[in-house]
Nanobody
Framework: QVQLVESGGGSVQAGGSLRLSCAAS????????MGWFRQAPGKEREGVAS???????NYADSVKGRFTISQDNAKAIVYLQMTGLKPEDTAMYYC?????????????????????WGQGTQVTVSS
């Protein structure tokens, strides 16, 4: 059973940066792909970034060039470095794990592909 715990959220001004962390247990990097999702009040949850076991990354268009996903397989931690934050980035951010290996073809930013979820960490960006 994979368990995920997010941390690193907070309140920042527009243009600022935050780094989110997701500590995973029961996780085998070779068998899982990881993703970050977010959900703002009144909106659907959306995929932000994903990374697979060989380090292939995918990003939503809205965050390309500003957010970077990475992973430390030895520590079983996935990071989301967020720079150039905008008020529209305000949301609850979730870490998720999919039982998908790197060679599988699937929508890496679709929440329906991810089986395990953390509790979320709040990010608030003020203008």
């Amino acid at each position: 059973q994979v368990q995920l715990v997010e941390s690193g959220g907070g309140s920042v001004q527009a243009g600022g940066s935050l780094r989110l962390s997701c500590a995973a247990s029961g996780y085998t990097s070779s068998r899982h792909s990881m993703g970050w999702f977010r959900q703002a009040p009144g909106k659907e949850r959306e995929g932000v970034a994903s990374i697979d076991s060989v380090g292939t990354t995918n990003y939503a268009d809205s965050v390309k060039g500003r957010f970077t996903i990475s992973q430390d397989n030895a520590k079983a931690i996935v990071y989301l470095q967020m720079t150039g934050l905008k008020p529209e980035d305000t949301a609850m951010y979730y870490c998720a794990a999919a039982e998908r290996r790197f060679y599988e073809v699937f929508d890496r930013l679709s929440e329906y592909e991810y089986r395990y979820w953390g509790q979320g960490t709040q990010v608030t960006v003020s203008s």
